[in-house]
């Protein structure tokens, strides 16, 4: 189910007349059967957005299609979604199994074909052996499974999804985040999963959609986001390390931090702008820019090592091969070919 936003706006007016932009005019299409994220810091959105994808919210302004159907001002229960939140939302008193077949009391399906749905539900998300327990003695990666399964048992055709794993400690995040993965895979479900969690949603989406201030800063596959953001804040908000953001000259055609460090080639005009490399961008070569042994530290990490040192007051991070750094010794430091990201200095947009 292909799901777009037209417009789509929430303002929340307090009671003192205080209002706050929560969403601005959101327009995004999301593809039929894709894991899409909204990536972005606390605040920005993504939370309200969901709202009102799944009719909690009314929009201030816009529209809301699944398909061709206009759903803005469809009820909740009628819009076919399954919704999960990031506290697993689950009924103590009651077993999994009751917990996962609740939503299918008000409908008119018998006890056997409700228990059958329970049972796929369970088996898909992989519970099915904890039927019969209640959720305080499950851990809490099988406690979100459950709310899964129970968000699937009406056969949604859109799954909702607020920071499922926030809750959880790292291993099982990082368990519980492949699992959704596979079960949006296996079933091919249009799911919207919100995170501020820049790695999680790299790993996990097909698409993401980098929010800031409620307003859409830029939706394309995780790779290409991270190889080419549009601006300085979605550049900043991918990647560990951080990506390096120096200012910089453009003279002539060549793209130069602080005096003589010329990281690379440009058609860009003369001027000062900021100037973004990834740490890995960095690499080790004959015939560069110079750092003196005792200008550089390092610190190892795995095969890799991190080196720093400053430009003109302005810490750089690089990554390199370890193979390739003898710490004893200067060392001789270049950019990757086309790895230099020139942002304007007022507006931080990409200039090509
Ligand atoms: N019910 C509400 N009333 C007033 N302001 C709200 C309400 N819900 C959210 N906001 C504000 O809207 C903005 C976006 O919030 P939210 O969508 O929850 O962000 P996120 O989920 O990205 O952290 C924030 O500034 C938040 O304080
Ligand atoms: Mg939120």
Redesign the pocket.
């Known amino acids: 189910m292909q799901i777009k936003l037209e417009g789509l706006t929430k303002v929340f007016t307090d009671k003192t007349g205080k209002e706050t932009v929560a969403v601005n005019n959101l327009d995004i299409t999301i593809p039929s059967g894709k894991l899409v994220s909204l990536l972005g810091p606390?605040g920005c959105g993504?939370?309200t957005t969901l709202y009102m994808i799944a009719g909690l919210l009314k929009p201030s302004a816009g529209k809301i299609f699944f398909g061709n159907e206009d759903v803005t001002n469809l009820a909740p229960e009628k819009r076919g979604i399954g919704l999960v939140f990031q506290n697993y939302a689950l009924y103590p008193h009651m077993t999994v199994r009751q917990n996962i077949m609740f939503p299918l009391e008000n409908m008119k399906i018998g006890r056997k074909e409700a228990e059958a749905l329970v049972l796929e539900m369970a088996t898909l998300v992989g519970i099915a052996d904890q039927l019969d327990k209640k959720p305080a003695q499950l851990s809490g990666g099988q406690q979100q499974r459950v709310a899964i399964a129970r968000a699937l048992v009406k056969k949604p055709r859109v799954l909702l999804l607020?920071?499922p794993l926030s809750n959880l400690d790292a291993r099982l995040r990082l368990q519980t985040r492949e699992e959704i993965k596979r079960i949006q895979r296996e079933k091919g479900i249009t799911t919207i999963f919100?995170t501020h969690d820049q790695e999680e949603a790299m790993s996990i989406s097909d698409y993401m959609v980098v929010m800031n201030f409620g307003t859409e800063q830029q939706f394309a596959k995780p790779q290409d986001i991270y190889t080419n953001p549009v601006n300085a804040f979605v550049a900043k908000f991918l990647g560990v390390p951080p990506i390096n953001l120096v200012e910089g000259e453009v003279k002539s055609g060549k793209v130069i931090l602080g005096k003589d460090f010329v990281v690379s080639e440009t058609n860009v005009k003369d001027g000062l702008y900021n100037i973004g490399i990834r740490p890995e961008d960095f690499r080790v070569v004959e015939k560069g820019y110079k750092i003196p042994v005792g200008q550089y530290d390092v610190e190892t990490i795995g095969r890799d090592t991190l080196i720093r040192f400053e430009v003109e007051g302005t810490q750089i991070r690089a990554l390199v091969d370890s193979d390739t750094v003898d710490v004893e010794k200067d060392v001789i430091i270049g950019v990757k070919t086309n790895k230099v990201h020139i942002f304007d200095k007022e507006t931080g947009v990409v200039v090509k």
Do not use: Q, T
């Open positions: 606390s993504k939370s607020d920071e919100v």
